[in-house]
């Protein structure tokens, strides 16, 4: 991975509360994965600004670079204060236990 686009990536995680790199954005997601990370997002209360989304679709260089930074090869993948939370399986379960809305509170 070039340092240029993981200084991006340190940047877009450390300098943002809530990271959702993902296919698409908030307002039309690009698959069904991202589109059940929104929705669980949004269910928690949080949507645009505190949420930002970053459409790898549209950066082939944050694309690739993602899966080797978070060692998770698909999309989406959530930060929350600078950890890697997991994709939308994770989240799911994470919200079902109610555990996503208190992270997301916290």
Same mark, same amino acid.
């Given at each position: ?18 990271? &959702? $790199?993902?296919? +698409? ?7 069904? $994965?991202?589109?059940?990370? @929104? ?5 928690? +209360?949080?949507?645009?600004?505190? @949420?930002?989304? @970053? ?19 698909? $999309?989406?993948? &959530? ?7 997991? +994709? ?9 236990? +109610?555990?996503?809305?208190?992270? &997301?509170?916290?």
């Amino acid at each position: 991975m070039q340092d240029d686009v993981r200084q991006r990536i340190d940047a877009l995680v450390q300098s943002n509360e809530v990271v &959702l $790199f993902m296919k +698409g954005d908030l307002n039309f997601p690009m698959c069904g $994965f991202s589109g059940r990370a @929104v929705q669980i997002l949004k269910a928690c +209360g949080l949507d645009a600004p505190r @949420v930002v989304a @970053v459409n790898v679709l549209a950066d082939e260089e944050i694309r690739q670079a993602m899966k080797e930074y978070s060692q998770w090869p698909t $999309f989406p993948q &959530l930060y929350v204060r600078g950890e890697f939370i997991g +994709g939308a399986d994770i989240m799911t379960q994470m919200y079902e236990a +109610g555990e996503m809305q208190a992270l &997301l509170k916290g």
